[in-house]
């Protein structure tokens, strides 16, 4: 979890990241509640009004469930939903760049590859 | 409650202060207010509280006029820079006599924040700090729960844990209250992401009123070759740019849809730094 926010983006995109994120990392898991956009507003010294903006379209994507007087839950599928929207979006924001920077240094298709053979190694 | 701000002009002697501005407040919301020293903030901010007439157009709270007018004034509460209070008042007649005006006072949350920032309740006045001073200022203005409440520059000479708790206590009264909240400050990077909605003054103009993620996702920078980056910002808003050898950097206000095709770099821009480059004059621009 970032413990500060960037003024140059969105603030309700920056929530449903940290959301996202922390659903990712396991670190909220299926059926457990998500802090309060009270919680989020003291945490990070944001309008709760722009926190609720963010935890609602994570509603409307179906990430999160809201109990009402209860709180925000995390649903059953909301990881798997999330992994396969972050598929989607690896090829244009890690091996695009990947690959553009790779050419400006000359390194070759092969010598990438035996690079991540090695990472795994 | 609704605020609004149709025509307005205000001139003192030859120097206009504010000119022909319009625009609408409405809701429970916080409001950045933001321009340079001499921009009109405060002089706007005199004319919602009551305390000045404008000299021409008007401006209505709920379509009635503010000034001499008790029904409205006991819903606004204005907090300056300086000169809020009677030297001679001890602590406590000051919150006296703002229970007696507002009838949302809030003397429980008095009380705390008075603690917190360590006050005596007995001082006058005149025997404080410039920050405890300040500190008042933020007490009575958070205490009055006025459904429109206005901070102008609140806190000369507060340090900056004291700011923080001031931001935290800000919020947590909004959040179990809400109102409309109108915050005018040089500190844009501190407060910044408390704002729903900004608005700029310059030179007694209003040039940009905006939702403040809206803002956010509109100003960015993008940096490449000079002729990509003049190709294109050909068609779009441009704020401000630079050159180094044959990289240019431009500043613009809108969308960055095609920036990533045509190999830009994009980054967003702080709200803070949208405002030094929208209220720069002419003569420091060159």
């Known amino acids: 979890m970032k413990g500060q926010l960037d003024d140059s983006k969105p603030i309700y995109l920056q929530i449903k990241e940290i ?41 409307q994507e179906n990430i999160l469930v809201k109990k009402r007087g209860v709180g925000m839950f995390v649903t059953e599928h909301a990881k798997q939903i999330l992994v396969e929207n972050r598929k989607k979006l690896f090829y244009e924001t890690y091996i695009v760049p990947l690959i553009e920077e790779a050419k400006k240094l000359n390194i070759s298709k092969k010598q990438l590859i035996e690079m991540l053979e090695k990472e795994e190694a | 409650m609704r605020i609004e701000v149709k025509d307005v002009s205000k001139r003192y002697g030859k120097k206009t202060a504010l000119k022909h501005v319009t625009f609408t407040l409405e809701g429970p919301k916080i409001y950045g207010l933001l321009g340079r020293n001499g921009a009109g903030k405060t002089t706007f901010m005199d004319i919602l509280a009551g305390h000045r007439l404008a000299t021409s157009g008007e401006i209505t709270i709920d379509g009635k006029k503010p000034f001499d007018n008790r029904e409205i004034l006991k819903n606004i509460c204005l907090i300056k820079e300086a000169d809020n209070f009677h030297e001679n008042m001890r602590i406590k007649h000051i919150y006296k006599s703002y229970a007696y ?129 003049e190709k294109f910002i050909a068609n779009k808003q441009v704020i401000n740019k630079k050159k180094l050898a044959n990289m240019m950097t431009a500043y613009v206000y809108g969308s960055p849809d095609e920036a990533a095709e045509r190999k830009l770099r994009v980054e967003g821009m702080p709200i803070q730094d949208l405002i030094i480059y929208l209220t720069e004059t002419e003569k420091e621009a060159n």
């Open chain 2, 101 to 229: 005006f507002y009838p949302n006072w809030d003397q429980p949350l008095a009380d705390r924040l008075t603690e917190m920032y360590g006050l005596n309740k007995n001082a006058r006045f005149k025997t404080l700090s410039k920050g405890m001073a300040s500190a008042v200022g933020i007490i009575v203005g958070l205490a009055s729960k006025a459904p429109i409440t206005i901070f102008d520059e609140p806190y000369i000479g507060l340090d900056a844990n004291a700011r923080k708790q001031f931001y935290d206590i800000l919020v947590e009264e909004y959040e179990k209250e809400k109102r409309m909240i109108i915050f005018s400050t040089h500190l844009i990077d501190e407060v910044s992401l408390l704002f729903e909605e900004i608005l700029i003054l310059k030179e007694g103009e209003l040039i940009l009123q905006e939702d403040a993620d809206q803002l956010r996702s509109k100003s960015f920078s993008v940096t490449g070759s000079v002729d990509e980056v």
């Open chain 1, 19 to 59: 959301i996202e994120d922390s659903i990712i990392n396991d670190q909220i898991k299926a059926g457990e509640r998500v802090p309060s956009t009270n919680e989020l507003a003291k945490f990070y010294n944001i309008n709760p009004a722009t926190a609720r903006q963010g935890m609602n379209e994570l509603v």
